[in-house]
């Protein structure tokens, strides 16, 4: 599948909107990055939550740099074959990270069916 970086990344803004409200709301200091690839130049992974999660803060305040949760365009468009089918692997990504900043683990995830 083919898809711009800027057509991606409004698609992945349209997804984060449709996400349940008590999912966002409790996002703090969380920014979201869309990039072409991870680091290894791979296509195995979708999506990257690097930050502490919630569940392992203890003195977290002011001053901290923002967690960062990364959806990477080509490993899904490589993984999809439509529109449709990209919606639905970045939904599961955006969930399947968020889920690690609320403190949720692949095990986890896997039972719920996230994973």
Known sequence: MDMTADAFEELVVDELDRLPDDMV??????VFVVEDRPEDGSLDLLGLYDGLALTERTQYGMGELPDRIVVYREPHLAACDDEDELRDEVHTT?????AHFYGIDDEQLHELGWA
Not at 25 to 30: I, P
Not at 94 to 98: P, S
């Open 25 to 30: 709301e409790g996002l703090d200091n969380v």
């Open 94 to 98: 955006l969930v399947h990270e968020i």
